[in-house]
């Protein structure tokens, strides 16, 4: 027990590594509090720049409401210039491009779901608008164009209605075998939600059915 130091022994050893320590000690004080107070500071620009977008994007709801697109197009405008990377900004471009689309205007409407299929930062709201911009480019007889727009790697929840699209194109192609098998992946999944089953199911009736037939019940 002769080899412990005494209480008076360690608190001499603990002052003397504060003497030579205590600068270095200090200094990681004030940093540590230092990036605590930058990090409140960005939470509170962030927070700062999220409530101004979400008033921006109330004037932009508002002018989308009236009859001409003037005003909707300013604000849609100043959205993507001064919150580029935001979820109003893409939910905006959905908006104008279904107002576009009311007035038969498809080039301007596929321009707004190209941006956000390509560039929007919410997945599930890039999605949506690569479905949309696929069936627009369909609809503009640009089917090859919209199997460009398709070929992208989907979460599995997604599969369904990629699926569903892709047979569309390929049914516009006049590629029935592939239409016939892209309606069929989409079935595979027993419940979809927001998917149509039953429309799809009448789209692969009318070209013949499954592809392969069903395997023969065994005899009893």
Do not use: C
């Amino acid at each position: 027990m002769e080899d412990l130091l005494t209480d008076q022994q360690q608190a001499e050893v603990v002052k003397k590594w504060l003497r030579g320590n205590g600068l270095w000690l200090a200094a990681g004080v004030v940093l540590g509090v230092a990036g605590l107070f930058g990090w409140f500071q960005w939470q509170d620009y962030q927070l700062r720049r999220a409530e101004q977008a979400s008033v921006l994007f109330d004037e932009f709801r508002a002018a989308a409401a009236k009859p001409g697109l003037e005003d909707a197009e300013l604000t849609m405008q100043k959205l993507s210039t001064e919150f580029a990377g935001s979820g109003y900004t893409d939910q905006a471009r959905l908006i104008m491009a279904r107002l576009y689309l009311d007035r038969s205007d498809s080039d301007k409407a596929a321009d707004y779901l190209r941006q956000v299929s390509t560039g929007a930062a919410n997945e599930e709201i890039r999605l949506l608008a690569t479905l949309r911009y696929a069936r627009l480019l369909v609809s503009k007889d640009s089917a090859e164009e919209a199997l460009k727009a398709l070929a992208i790697s989907v979460p599995a929840g997604w599969g369904p209605a990629f699926h569903a699209v892709r047979g569309d194109v390929y049914y516009a192609l006049g590629k029935r075998n592939e239409a016939r098998s892209e309606y069929e992946q989409a079935l595979k999944v027993a419940e979809t939600p927001g998917l149509d089953r039953a429309y799809i199911q009448a789209k692969l009736d009318d070209l013949g059915g499954p592809t392969t037939a069903p395997a023969a019940a065994p005899a009893p």
